[in-house]
Nanobody, 114 residues
């Protein structure tokens, strides 16, 4: 059974940092592009960052220069380092494959507030 598990969320002040982790049972991340998605309150889920199998990354315009996606194939884990967080980054963060979506996990809540 495929399962995606996100962790690392929390509550931080503006300007703070968080590191999210994504792991999976049933999916070998090393052979797929993997992405982080975000669902902000009252908005649809959208792509935040994607990393290809050979490490090429792309980001949503509003997180460029602040977020970094990376992968550790040995650990079958994908990370999202989030720096200089803003209140508008608040939302539930999910990971999934970059293009061929699988059942969504529960996500991890990120709250940025003073």
């Amino acid at each position: 059974q495929v399962q995606l598990v996100e962790s690392g969320g929390g509550s931080v002040q503006p300007g703070g940092s968080l590191r999210l982790s994504c792991s999976s049972s049933g999916i070998n991340f090393s052979i797929y592009p993997v992405a982080w998605y975000r669902q902000r309150p009252g908005k649809q889920r959208d792509l935040v960052a994607r990393i290809t199998t050979n490490g090429i990354t792309n980001y949503a315009d509003d997180v460029k220069g602040r977020f970094t996606i990376s992968r550790d194939n040995a650990q079958n884990t994908v990370y999202l380092q989030m720096d200089s967080l803003k209140p508008d980054d608040t939302g539930v963060y999910y990971c999934n494959l970059g293009y061929d979506l699988r059942p969504w996990g529960r996500g991890t809540q990120v709250t940025v507030s003073s």
